[in-house]
Each structure stands twice: as structure tokens, then as C-alpha cells.
């Protein structure tokens, strides 16, 4: 049962036990002392009695029936008033589970202990909004400050590389590999920063096109690694950030391409429209991935079983920056291992009004 209901039943039954003693009070104290003739007349007109205690008991049992609905009616309405401000603080801890900190529960009134629970989590989620500016402003400062020397590094690397007097140097490529790399990584740490701020301007986004347009940019890898693509739907409109939306289908695209089986694997790609919101779906076959393993991809720097590094492993942060360009777009992400081998992810976000369009099928 749920609090409301059980608080109605306690007032209610408080009501008929306080009216069940008032009545038995008034019979064993007054009523019984009183002339059966004078009970007879008072009480003719609802029953007609041949002794005083029937006399009474069916006006009794009256207003007891009448004392347990106006319980029952009343206690409702009162727990759906004293609980209001409860469901105002779980409304607000949920928006705060979906990723939004900014959310305060600003509970008006005078000061009572529902007022002083509202006011304690107001200040939790500041001190945790602030934590979590903070930490985005340290990743982007300090990716700032990585750029120049890293890029300086490269130039000077390229300067080497493209030296004829110096032939090919293995060093000089091994470090070109691990430049690059710290390149990668320095860019996908300023973009997660971003995409945690919101610092973007919403605009009408179609899903289908960010699918095709991912598609068509890991095509390439695609072939190389023999690892057909599967692209299917129907026009998808959203509103958010176009680069930050075409960031997040790369990255799903590029994470189900390398984490594949090779020579062997297929991408599934699909848009879908629900009422309410649009879906992109991206599949793969793959290893065998358990929930509890799965439940972890998201975490910056996390790889499953098996997943190796390569030239095109990326920098562990690519589902990261899904989760978080998900969140930035008030959408849900889901991740789940496929029967048979695999992942499959999947993007929920809020839909806008479709545009007139047609359903495209592509596949490579």
C-alpha cells in the first residue's frame, strides 16, 4: 500500500475508534440512566425498539458508518496534503538522478521538518552542481593547456618524419603514435567538458541524417576491417546541438566498428520515432559481454573483456562522451549485450514536431 492510502486508513480508523468510545461513553455513563419511554419517542422515527439498548444501537451504528466515510474522505484528502511536499523533493531527486543538478526543490511555507528535508537537499545538490563545475572547468583548463605543447610536438614530429636525411626512424614514429594519441585524448576531454556544460545553442536535428552522415565517415574503417553497416529508419527530429549530436552517432559507429568481430562482423543502425520521443539505435555484433560488464562501458577510460587497443581503438572515453552528450540533450541512454555476442545502444531523446520526409534504407 502506498503512504497516502495507509495514513487515510489510520485517520480513518483513529475517527471510528474515538466515535465507537464517545457512543460507548454515552451509553455507559448517561444514556442507560435515561427512561426507556424517553428512548422510545427520540428514536421512533429510524427504528422502532422494544428494549433501550436496541433502542440506541441502531442510531449508533449510524453515525459510526457516517464517522468511518467522513474518515475515509477526509483522511485522503489530508495525507494528499501533508504528502505534497514529499513528492515535490522525489520529483526533484529524480530530475537529479537524470543528470540535472540545477534542479532545487524550493519548498515555500513556514519551517516544519518537510521545509528543513527540502532546504538540506537544495544545499546537497549546490554542493554537488558546484563539484561537478568545478571538475568540467579543471578537464577544460587543463586540456587547454595541453594543446599548444602537444601540437608543438607534432610539428616537430611531421619536421622529422618528413626529413629525407634522417630514412624512416622507428622512435620517431613510435612517438608520432603516442603524440597523436595524447592529441586524441585531449580533444575528446575538452568536447566531454563541453557537452557537460551545455554550452550550446538548441537546434532542429534530424537523427536519420546524424545516422547516415556517422555512417558514411567510418565507411572506410568499415571495409578495412570487414565489418558490414546496416543503416535503416525514418526521419527522426530532435532539438539539440548538431556537432554535439553527430559526435555521439560517430562515436557508436566507431565503438561498434572496433570492438567487432573481424572479417566476420555487422552494424545495425536504425532511427525510430515513439510518441514523445526519437531513438537511435546502434547494434553490433561482437563477444560475448555480461550485464554487469556492460553496465561499466560508460565509465571514462573503461574497456570489456577482450577489447584490445589498436590504430583505431580510440581513447576509452567515446561511450563516455556518449552518456554525456545524452544527458546534455535530456535523453536516456541504455546499453544492453546482444543474444548471441555484442552490444546494443541505444539514445532516447525528447522529439519535436516531424518534418514532412520519407523513410530512407541504406546499406553498404
Not at 528543513?116 to 554537488?128: N, S, T
Not at 594519441?181 to 580533444?187: G, N, Q, Y
Not at 536504425?270 to 553496465?295: D, I, K, N, Q, W
Not at 577482450?306 to 581513447?315: I, K, L, N, P, Q
Amino acid at each position: 500500500m502506498s503512504v497516502r492510502l495507509k495514513l487515510t486508513l489510520s485517520y480513518a480508523g483513529l475517527v471510528v475508534i474515538t466515535g465507537a468510545l464517545l457512543v460507548a461513553t454515552a451509553w455507559v455513563f448517561v444514556l442507560r440512566y435515561i427512561d426507556p419511554n424517553l428512548v422510545f419517542r427520540t428514536t421512533r422515527w429510524l427504528y422502532s425498539p422494544t428494549d433501550p439498548l436496541r433502542g440506541f444501537g441502531y442510531p449508533a451504528a449510524l453515525l459510526l458508518a457516517l464517522l468511518l466515510a467522513f474518515g475515509l474522505v477526509g483522511g485522503w484528502l489530508l495525507a494528499g496534503t501533508m504528502l505534497s511536499p514529499l513528492r515535490r523533493i522525489t520529483q526533484a531527486t529524480r530530475t537529479a538522478a537524470g543528470g540535472s543538478l540545477s534542479h532545487r526543490v524550493a519548498l515555500e511555507g513556514r519551517s516544519d521538518e518537510f521545509r528543513e528535508l527540502a532546504d538540506a537537499f537544495d544545499a546537497m545538490l549546490a554542493r554537488l552542481e558546484a563539484h561537478d563545475a568545478e571538475q568540467q572547468r579543471f578537464a577544460a583548463n587543463a586540456s587547454h593547456e595541453l594543446r599548444t605543447p602537444l601540437a608543438i610536438t607534432q610539428t616537430l614530429l611531421d619536421v622529422a618524419r618528413s626529413d629525407p636525411d634522417r630514412g624512416k626512424d622507428p622512435l620517431v614514429e613510435q612517438l608520432y603514435g603516442v603524440n597523436s594519441r595524447a592529441i586524441a585524448l585531449t580533444e575528446a576531454l575538452l568536447l566531454l567538458s563541453r557537452a557537460g556544460r551545455r554550452s550550446f545553442t538548441p537546434e532542429p536535428v534530424d537523427l536519420s541524417l546524424i545516422a547516415e552522415e556517422a555512417t558514411e565517415t567510418w565507411l572506410p574503417l568499415a571495409d578495412r576491417s570487414g565489418v558490414a553497416i546496416h543503416v535503416a529508419g525514418e526521419p527522426a527530429p530532435a532539438l539539440g546541438s548538431h556537432a554535439l549530436l553527430l559526435q555521439l552517432g560517430t562515436n557508436l559507429v566507431h565503438n561498434a566498428i572496433v570492438h567487432n568481430l573481424a572479417g566476420a562482423g555487422t552494424v545495425w543502425v536504425t532511427t525510430s520515432v515513439h510518441p514523445g520521443s526519437v531513438v537511435l539505435e546502434v547494434a553490433s555484433t561482437g563477444r560475448e559481454l555480461t550485464p554487469a560488464l556492460v553496465a561499466t562501458l560508460v565509465e571514462p577510460f573503461r574497456r570489456g573483456t577482450g577489447r584490445v587497443r589498436s590504430d583505431h581503438g580510440g581513447v576509452g572515453l567515446g561511450l563516455a562522451i556518449v552518456k554525456s552528450i545524452t544527458s546534455a540533450h535530456d535523453g536516456v541512454l541504455t546499453l544492453a549485450p546482444r543474444s548471441g555476442g555484442g552490444l546494443c545502444v541505444s539514445v532516447r531523446l525528447p522529439t519535436t514536431p516531424a518534418p514532412a520526409g520519407q523513410r530512407y534504407s541504406v546499406v553498404t
